[in-house]
């Protein structure tokens, strides 16, 4: 009887365990947007590949460290393509991993004076949309390191226009 059980125990473990681990997201794609706001937000359109291929949009940029000097930076604004290195890549899809992506939300706010944050993730077949002024805490690591995809200096201008999905869009 204790051989059953124990058996039983063992099969309903292994099939139903504690559902998807972070380590079974099968990456395939993130899109990022950044819209400005009433200050110097820049606003940027970013598709990050599972092949590590990133096209980016950088609609407005500035430079200038004080507020009263700032000008929009017609050097990195444009349309641009590269690819991310693996050190990069490995960092964003430990972050995906380590988020809990499956359970993450976003409150959606669009309230305010603040750039408005949407991410699309592309991962086991399913696509899942998060937009708001103010992510949560749990999400500022993945917005830093799209963040910094997108203020690298790893792509290259182009001039082929390209558009970047937005909240409609079907796979």
Known sequence: MMRKLTIILIFVLTQYGCGKKASEIKFEKIIYH?????????T?????????????YAETVYSG??????????????YFVGKLDNKTYEKLIKEIKAIDIENLTFDGANCCDASLKTIIIYYNGKRKYLQSMFPPQNAEKLISILREICNSSKVKRTSKKFNIEYKNASR
């Open 44 to 56: 940027y359109h970013l598709e990050v590949l599972n092949d590590k291929n990133i096209k980016l």
């Open 65 to 78: 460290s004080r507020f009263t000097e700032r000008k929009e930076d017609l050097e990195k604004m444009g």
């Open 34 to 42: 950044s819209s400005g706001c009433f200050g110097t937000c820049p």
